[in-house]
């Protein structure tokens, strides 16, 4: 079938157009190297003011593109897919970023949920905008509920990950087949290094940390919360002795960034 554009281009198929992409509001950009790449299989020029994790403003063109009438038609449809999802996850992560004034670390790992085909761009989406997409850095473990289960214990969880010493022990701690309390002492005790409380109920954090303070008497271990966490919450969360907060789908499940392409004018020969 002929392409109908190959039709109605015809006359003017070998002109240059010069074109520019822009946001439709305040953001930061993520996704500009796959949406390059694009441009560059689609035989255009292009040329960019801004990279991955900067700064975009209303209806400021961040990128200029140069080619034939199909190549821009070819280009509206499928660029602003490389780049307006992504950058809504940036803007998103950078807002939570900026919210916690740096006084807990901001982590997104909802990105396990996306499509295989989008986890890679979701990733560094997340870390444009300021966040992470890990709780820690690797090499971690993360002992999550259902390792757990079948383990049957915390305890018993974390003596099967004994040997691996080099390894940052995270335990979700969720309160469902024992208490709070007694998840936090298993975790405490079998030498847990971070301690997952995965409830959305702060006084399940107050309880954790009420049990670490009289077992650690005084020594250090990091406390995590999750569980439908909003952005607005951040800053009063901060002050609760919380060290890392994950906020899943108000990050990942962002808005897009919407954006668009204007064509300005042929190049003049």
Same mark, same amino acid.
């Given at each position: 079938?002929?392409?109908?554009?190959?039709?109605?281009?015809?006359?003017?198929?070998?002109?240059? +157009?010069?074109?520019?992409?822009?946001?439709?509001?305040?953001?930061?950009?993520?996704?500009?190297?796959?949406?390059?790449?694009?441009?560059?299989?689609? /035989?255009?020029?292009?040329?960019?003011?801004?990279?991955?994790?900067?700064?975009? $403003?209303? &209806?400021?063109?961040?990128?200029?593109?140069? *080619?034939?009438?199909?190549?821009?038609?070819?280009?509206?449809?499928?660029?602003?897919?490389?780049?307006?999802?992504?950058?809504? !996850?940036?803007?998103?992560?950078?807002?939570? @970023?900026?919210?916690?004034?740096?006084? @807990?670390?901001?982590? $997104?790992?909802?990105? %396990?949920?996306?499509?295989?085909?989008?986890?890679?761009?979701?990733?560094?989406?997340?870390?444009?905008?300021?966040?992470?997409?890990?709780?820690?850095?690797?090499?971690?473990? +993360?002992?999550?509920?259902?390792?757990?289960?079948?383990?049957?214990?915390?305890?018993?969880?974390?003596?099967?990950?004994?040997?691996?010493?080099?390894?940052?022990?995270?335990?979700? !701690?969720? /309160?469902?087949?024992?208490?709070?309390?007694?998840?936090?002492?298993?975790?405490?005790? *079998? /030498?847990?290094?971070?301690?997952?409380?995965?409830?959305?109920?702060?006084?399940?954090? %107050?309880?954790?940390? %009420?049990?670490?303070?009289?077992?650690?008497?005084?020594?250090?271990?990091? @406390?995590?919360?999750? /569980? &439908?966490?909003?952005?607005?919450?951040?800053?009063?969360?901060?002050?609760?002795?919380?060290?890392?907060?994950?906020?899943?789908?108000?990050?990942?499940?962002?808005?897009?960034?919407?954006? %668009?392409? &204007?064509?300005?004018?042929?190049?003049?020969?």
């Amino acid at each position: 079938m002929q392409d109908i554009r190959d039709v109605i281009f015809h006359e003017i198929r070998e002109r240059k +157009y010069r074109a520019v992409l822009l946001p439709e509001a305040d953001g930061v950009l993520s996704g500009v190297e796959d949406a390059a790449r694009k441009a560059a299989e689609l /035989g255009l020029e292009w040329q960019s003011t801004s990279r991955e994790g900067g700064t975009l $403003s209303r &209806n400021q063109s961040f990128a200029e593109l140069v *080619g034939t009438p199909k190549q821009l038609a070819l280009a509206e449809e499928c660029l602003i897919g490389f780049l307006a999802k992504p950058s809504g !996850i940036a803007t998103a992560a950078r807002r939570a @970023v900026s919210a916690s004034g740096g006084r @807990v670390r901001i982590v $997104s790992g909802s990105w %396990k949920k996306m499509p295989p085909v989008m986890k890679t761009s979701v990733r560094r989406a997340i870390v444009s905008g300021g966040a992470s997409f890990r709780i820690c850095e690797q090499p971690m473990l +993360y002992l999550d509920k259902n390792f757990i289960r079948m383990f049957g214990s915390i305890r018993a969880a974390l003596e099967a990950a004994a040997g691996l010493k080099e390894m940052t022990k995270v335990v979700q !701690i969720k /309160g469902i087949d024992r208490s709070v309390e007694e998840e936090t002492r298993q975790a405490v005790m *079998g /030498g847990a290094d971070i301690l997952m409380v995965d409830t959305g109920n702060l006084q399940d954090v %107050k309880a954790c940390r %009420k049990q670490m303070a009289t077992l650690l008497q005084g020594k250090k271990r990091r @406390v995590a919360f999750a /569980g &439908n966490v909003k952005i607005a919450q951040i800053p009063s969360l901060a002050e609760k002795g919380i060290n890392i907060l994950c906020i899943g789908k108000e990050i990942v499940d962002a808005r897009l960034l919407d954006m %668009k392409l &204007n064509v300005l004018g042929a190049v003049e020969k």
